[in-house]
């Protein structure tokens, strides 16, 4: 199991919103791939998955705020 | 920082989309960094946080005058282009500019309020309202998307702008009024020797190899 979590933005972001998920639970996903848009005032932050796996759990919905650091979602290892 | 400089023209907003995320792969495989300069056809775009009562016309009234709208994925609300603006995307590696996503609007801004002082036009900050600001009127917006620290989206100047066009929309969620470079020099300005003072301040400000 891994965890997707929301990456420090810079100086001063404390907070981000889920602008959308590219992803769903079951899906399969790659190291590279963006798999939620966060967004923050003026800017968009694509997150990637950071590993290879299945997508067990979404944490946090789309339209909701969360503390950089939040657990985003958990990806179950697959070979 | 290594970086390229293209000047697209008048193009279609969809198809500048496209050559953004085109510049966004080839960043990341090949480390050279793409400014991007060009002006849109009339269109309104809206960003994530765009709110449906910033547009202040139905979008069929919209549509009729010939101005499309787009759901985009850049931060902000909603923004006009049309011809007369000068719009920058700069694809920039932000790892090379400490991974900050303050720091690179701060930035930004820098680069807006630096081309228009070489106007004699004195703009400023305005504490969270992202932009460039000229006696309370809005002259230069600032909106960005990010992926894998790569940038896209970017900045739009008013240079001649049609300004009654942005009756349309409460720009970026606010009640403001825009200004443009044309009208605080009472002139229609060169949008040539705007793209090249851009140019210049870009280079200095991010430390660009041409």
Redesign the interface.
């Known amino acids: 199991m891994s965890q997707v979590l929301i990456p420090e933005l810079g100086e001063g972001i404390e907070k981000a919103v889920v602008a959308c998920w590219h992803c769903k639970v079951g899906d399969q996903v790659y190291e590279e791939d963006d798999i939620v848009e966060l967004v923050t005032d003026k800017a968009t932050f694509n997150v990637s998955a950071g590993s290879k796996g299945v997508v067990k759990q979404i944490l946090i919905p789309e339209g909701k705020e969360a503390q950089i650091g939040s657990v985003l979602a958990i990806i179950e290892a697959s070979t | 920082m290594a970086c390229e400089i293209e000047d697209l023209g008048l193009i279609d907003y969809t198809k500048a989309y496209a050559v953004q995320m085109d510049y966004v792969q080839k960043v990341r495989e090949n480390g050279i960094q793409r400014l991007l300069l060009c002006e849109h056809p009339a269109v309104l775009t809206l960003g994530?946080?765009t709110k449906k009562e910033n547009l202040l016309m139905s979008s069929g009234e919209i549509l009729d005058q010939g101005v499309n709208i787009h759901n985009i994925?850049?931060?902000?609300d909603v923004t006009l282009h049309s011809p007369g603006q000068l719009v920058v995307y700069p694809i920039f590696d932000l790892t090379h500019y400490?991974?900050?996503?303050?720091?690179?609007?701060s930035k930004l801004e820098q680069v807006a309020i630096d081309l228009l002082k070489d106007f004699d036009i004195v703009a400023t900050r305005f504490s969270g309202r992202?932009g460039a600001w000229v006696g309370g009127k809005k002259i230069v917006s600032?909106?960005?998307?990010?992926?894998?620290w790569i940038s896209y989206h970017g900045l739009a100047v008013n240079v001649n702008t049609d300004l009654n066009l942005f009756k349309m929309i409460r720009p970026c969620g606010l009640n403001i009024q825009m200004t443009s470079i044309a009208s605080l020099k009472g002139k229609n300005i060169s949008m040539q020797q705007v793209k090249d003072l851009m140019i210049k301040n870009f280079i200095k400000s991010f430390q660009l190899h041409i």
Do not use: E, S
């Not at chain 2, 600032?142 to 894998?148: L, S, T």
């Open positions: 994530r946080m994925d850049r931060g902000g400490g991974k900050d996503l303050h720091a690179y609007l992202t600032i909106g960005v998307g990010v992926r894998k």
